[in-house]
């Protein structure tokens, strides 16, 4: 029985691996979490890729240049899955290059394998300042987390000098990230500082808000993900009024939409994503990205991701072929258009863009106005 | 290839994973529900020891074994003393507060930033490098842990542990020492399962919690119980069906956000199936009667 | 101080329900019925479809929802569980089952309704009463009630109705009730079915004040099983109390604790419990035979 098994395993493969040599298409792998909480995530960024994807096949058709085909597969945000993924995108797929994962843990395990097999990774949402050294082959459009809890820590230091502070995070790489790069961007130590943890998963978070409000803390850092529509909501259960400094996260306003006005008066620091710029200036991708994703709006990840897919797509116009010459191509060049505006690749591979600070207000996410006094 | 390797090299892990568990839950008959938390010491220790002091994989084998032979001690003492049904929702405490330990002792273990840059096995100056090599590597581990494995279930040793398993009062009145029993097959358990953890971090060189949670203990207890439980050879077939199936559904492009799903409910399904009308497994011995 | 102890309280009630639906069951069955968070979740979800998909009014949704849980409960024991049983399947094939339906039906959730964040309450936030102190939602207030009143009504069900008293009596010997003439199936079908329905009733009320995913069975079945320990084996209505406790001693722990700890005291304490008092507070000792 063990036999039979292990041919078929063999026989199936193999039926699949020929159908792929008939039209010479260009893949590129992509590496998503579509099933976890953070699922929603991983879609709006296969979609918004798709729907760039179609309007660059229709251009390379015109040129008579090779389609690109893209490769999707879930990694159920799990390191051990992506492994396997990349290590069969690279293998028996042929990818030319992968964008992915979203997770950091997931991308930092399929690093090592993307490096040692020479072939372009590039991530569109992974924040962890250990990928900077993950290797030359690694990049990302998105920026360090460093980049943005310095931002929002500078914020603070200008605008609080040292008040008391809490820092409600979830436990995970995301927020553990954030919050250390908060707090090594402060020079002065706050007077007090309130280290709460909250398991991812977790739901009911008036305990820490409850401290919060004990000790009379005014400011508040919150790192985390779709669970923040909670956490506002038993803050404004329990009564309790402050400051809240937020994550990019909150740059999605189809979340803020369901948070009501709980979330008013948050300031966080955001990446220059403005939708209606977007709506305006790639109307087809747009449109065709909103039939894609089934109405979901596009959040600033997926905005990443397509911005991951415009920069392989470029080094392949420029005549790349091989995982080391789209590399090169990466680094070489000095600006790219994107999405979210032009970028470039430093010399970790990480892109540099501009952090704004933003506002909920209303219910709606503007511009903040940093006054010259403050 | 590579790919295949890995697949192949995956297989050979949960083997012995899968070996060590039938030890203890098909021919002891104590469910376990804490053996992800074996593994993950396994591996924890061994990206410790490399990260932090550079140790070879020879000198974190011994470690990681000794560390989960200790704990192991822990778990089994209380089985002791609790009844059966209780003992299985123990270890779920164990394992629940193992991996909390994992995630949330971020000075020791990184939480859930895991730990990076483990290094590569060498032998006499040698770098095992390709996975072709890394293959042949373990499954020297797993063709050894299947001789040892297979030697205690068929010696008298084994034949005492069966017994534990089908009446253990009347065991113990014919004078052996059903503590020592235990406690003897919980360490092998143990062992073979951190060893398997040092393999696993030694390849793939990057380890997290979420590798190590309840979920996966679950999925220990799959294999051991639609291979078949009591036997040996069970164990292979399990680890062999259950790690290839899923790879298999990757390749018949299945729309990819209902994959995850429907793979677990076609796994719930098959649980639910085999204990309904076959609890001993494909080619078990032992239906957990 | 106190608004810790208020939200334990109120974490405790709903941990008091999963595990008092736990108990029943375990106490006539004598396996650890994990699917029983599974039926959490699909009370949840169901009360879900009804009211916000299909906008039929709430207490009818909630209602149907319940009535529906119930009986997928008392369906799941009929299928799939007695007739396992009846062939003398060990309490390990029957909990393996019990995981095994658990993962399917979890999944089967998933999948219809997506991992997302969803909630069953309408309307803007407000603040809670202010009140001794303290801030508590008329939600949380109503939780608490309910907790009460559902566990009074258990109660009096248990000790004042026939089939209540035919359930003690199964519960406390299977074998002596069937020589009695008690008719055990109908008595099983009704734990499953009552204790199904408290399960669909805490994950509703926990739905209302903070959010569900189709996660949540696996952490509230967990709890349930350490309170009904904490709580005392065989003594049903001592799991009410065990979830009472465990709430409690699990939010006041957290003034102390970082609360990513959370789940490993809640399982620590188990242990302790299992170690040296395994009767939990009301329980009593089963004693191993020992030679």
Same mark, same amino acid.
């Given at each position: ?28 792998? &992509? ?123 500078? *914020? ?30 402060? &020079? ?125 797509? *470029? ?47 209303? &219910? ?11 | ?132 090599? *890394? ?55 143990? &062992? ?98 | ?291």
């Amino acid at each position: 029985m063990k036999k039979h098994f292990f041919s078929s395993f063999i026989v199936i493969v193999l039926l699949f691996g020929c159908q792929q040599t008939t039209e010479k298409k260009i893949k590129i792998g &992509s590496i998503q979490q579509l099933s976890v909480q953070m699922a929603k995530y991983g879609k709006t960024h296969v979609a918004a890729v798709r729907a760039m994807l179609d309007l660059i096949n229709e251009e390379r058709k015109s040129k008579s240049l090779p389609q690109i085909e893209l490769i999707v597969d879930d990694d159920q945000l799990k390191p051990a899955v992506g492994v396997n993924i990349i290590q069969k995108f690279i293998d028996i797929d042929g990818v030319v290059a992968v964008i992915g994962a979203q997770g950091s843990s997931v991308t930092l395990a399929i690093a090592p394998i993307a490096e040692e097999k020479e072939v372009v990774l590039i991530s569109g949402a992974s924040g962890s300042p250990q990928i900077s050294d993950a290797g030359d082959y690694i990049f990302r459009t998105c920026p360090s987390d460093i980049y943005e809890g310095r931002t929002m820590g500078e *914020y603070y230091e200008k605008r609080f000098k040292g008040e008391p502070l809490a820092i409600i995070y979830i436990n995970n790489d995301y927020g553990i990230g954030l919050r250390d790069a908060f707090l090594n961007a402060l &020079s002065d130590r706050p007077s007090k500082v309130l280290d709460l943890a909250y398991a991812q998963g977790a739901v009911d978070f008036r305990n820490q808000l409850t401290k919060i409000k004990q000790d009379n803390i005014k400011v508040v850092y919150l790192v985390g993900y779709n669970e923040m529509v909670s956490i506002y909501k038993q803050a404004k259960e329990l009564g309790l009024t402050c400051q809240w400094l937020g994550n990019n996260q909150l740059n999605d306003q189809s979340l803020i939409d369901k948070m009501g006005t709980t979330a008013d008066g948050t300031i966080f620091p955001g990446h220059d994503f403005e939708l209606d710029k977007i709506k305006v200036s790639y109307p087809r991708f747009y449109y065709r990205y909103l039939k894609l994703s089934n109405g979901v709006e596009l959040d600033v990840f997926a905005a990443y991701g397509v911005d991951a897919f415009i920069v392989i797509n *470029y080094a392949l116009m420029q005549g790349a072929q091989t995982g080391t010459e789209i590399k090169d191509i990466l680094y070489e060049t000095t600006s790219f258009e994107g999405l979210i505006g032009n970028f470039s690749f430093d010399e970790n591979g990480d892109a540099l863009r501009n952090l704004g600070l933003y506002e909920i207000k209303n &219910s709606k996410i503007v511009k903040y106005l940093v006054s010259p006094d403050k | 290839m590579d790919y295949f390797l890995q697949i192949l090299i995956l297989i050979n892990i949960y083997i012995i994973i899968a070996i060590s568990l039938n030890l203890i839950a098909g021919y002891l008959g104590i469910l376990s529900i804490a053996h992800a938390g074996f593994y993950g010491i396994g591996a924890y220790v061994t990206a410790l020891m490399s990260i932090h002091m550079n140790f070879s994989f020879f000198v974190n084998l011994p470690f990681a074994i000794l560390v989960a032979c200790f704990v192991g001690i822990i778990i089994a003492l209380p089985s002791l003393r609790i009844h059966h049904d209780f003992f299985v929702i123990a270890t779920f405490g164990f394992q629940v507060i193992l991996f909390s330990i994992f995630n949330n002792w971020i000075a020791l273990t990184n939480g859930p930033l895991g730990i990076s840059g483990i290094d590569k096995i060498q032998i006499f100056g040698l770098v095992i490098d390709s996975s072709f090599e *890394y293959l042949i590597f373990t499954l020297i581990f797993t063709v050894i842990i299947y001789f040892i494995a297979k030697r205690i279930v068929e010696s008298p040793f084994g034949r005492v542990i069966k017994a534990i398993r089908e009446d253990e009062l009347f065991t113990q009145s014919l004078g052996k020492n059903i503590t020592k029993y235990k406690i003897i097959v919980f360490l092998i358990g143990g &062992s073979f399962a951190a060893i398997a953890g040092t393999l696993y971090a030694h390849y793939f060189t990057f380890i997290d919690p979420s590798s190590f949670t309840i979920l996966e203990s679950i999925f220990m207890i799959s294999i051991v119980v639609i291979g078949g439980a009591g036997r040996i050879s069970g164990s292979i077939l399990g680890a062999i069906l259950l790690v290839i199936i899923p790879e298999l559904l990757r390749f018949l492009g299945m729309p990819t956000s209902v994959a995850a799903n429907l793979r677990q409910i076609i796994y719930g399904a098959l649980l639910v199936l085999f204990m309904m009308f076959r609890p001993q497994g494909l080619i078990g011995e032992y239906s957990f009667k | 101080m106190l608004q810790f102890f208020a939200n334990g309280l109120i974490a405790g009630s709903v941990y008091a329900l999963i595990a008092l639906g736990f108990a029943l069951i375990y106490s006539t069955v004598r396996f650890f019925h994990f699917a029983h968070g599974a039926m959490y979740t699909t009370g949840a979800y169901l009360a879900f479809t009804f009211f916000i998909l299909c906008e039929i009014p709430f207490i009818l949704s909630v209602g149907i929802a319940i009535f529906l849980t119930a009986l997928l409960g008392m369906g799941i024991g009929i299928c799939v569980y007695e007739p396992m049983r009846r062939r003398g399947a060990s309490s390990f094939v029957l909990l393996i089952a019990s995981l095994g339906l658990f993962i399917l039906l979890q999944n089967l959730i998933s999948l219809i309704f997506g991992d997302d964040v969803k909630t069953i309450r309408r309307g803007a936030v407000q603040e809670g009463y202010h009140f001794l102190d303290i801030r508590i939602t008329n939600i949380q207030i109503i939780i608490i009630i309910a907790s009460l009143i559902l566990f009074i009504i258990t109660t009096l069900v248990l000790k004042h109705t026939k089939i209540g008293k035919a359930l003690r009596a199964v519960a406390n010997d299977y074998e002596l009730a069937i020589a009695a003439g008690i008719n055990t199936p109908k008595v099983v079908n009704f734990t499953y079915f009552m204790g199904s329905a408290l399960a669909a009733i805490a994950a509703i009320l926990i739905s209302l004040d903070l959010h569900m995913t189709p996660m949540m069975g696996f952490n509230a079945i967990l709890y349930g099983i350490i309170a009904m320990i904490i709580g005392g084996l065989g003594n049903i209505l001592g799991a009410y109390f065990g979830g009472l406790f465990l709430g409690l001693s699990q939010h006041l722990g957290v003034v102390f604790i970082s609360s990513k700890w959370q789940d490993a005291i809640a399982f620590s304490l188990l242990i302790i419990f299992l170690l040296f008092r395994p009767q939990g507070f009301f329980g009593k000792r089963i004693e191993r035979a020992q030679i």
